[in-house]
Nanobody
């Protein structure tokens, strides 16, 4: 069974940093492109960052310049380095996977197209 397990969330002051990890199992990591979504209570799940087979990346406008998505295929692990965190970054963060589309990174526009989700890890940023 495909499983994605996030870790690294926590509580941090505004301006601080966190590094999220997502460990995958039960699938061929190279067959999927990965990404991160986030969701606050009462809001729709929204894309944060995505990465492609050859390292291409895409970011939500709200996190560009602050967040960096990387992956270690050998370890089947996805990362999200989050710097200069803001209170509006507070959310449950979910690791996501979907079949790759050539060299393109994971699309952030349609959460409904995601095939696999992690259980989520909470990130809370205090003012």
């Amino acid at each position: 069974q495909v499983q994605l397990v996030e870790s690294g969330g926590g509580s941090v002051q505004s301006g601080g940093s966190l590094r999220l990890s997502c460990a995958g199992s039960g699938y061929s990591y190279s067959s999927y492109c990965m990404g991160w979504f986030r969701q606050d209570p009462g809001k729709e799940r929204a894309g944060v960052a995505g990465i492609g087979r050859y390292g291409s990346t895409t970011y939500a406008d709200s996190v560009k310049g602050r967040f960096t998505i990387t992956q270690d295929s050998a370890k089947r692990t996805l990362y999200l380095q989050m710097n200069s965190l803001k209170p509006e970054d507070t959310a449950m963060y979910y690791c996501a996977a979907a079949p790759c589309r050539g060299w393109l990174p994971l699309s952030l526009s349609r959460p409904s197209d995601i095939n696999y989700w992690g259980q989520g890890t909470q990130v809370t940023v205090s003012s």
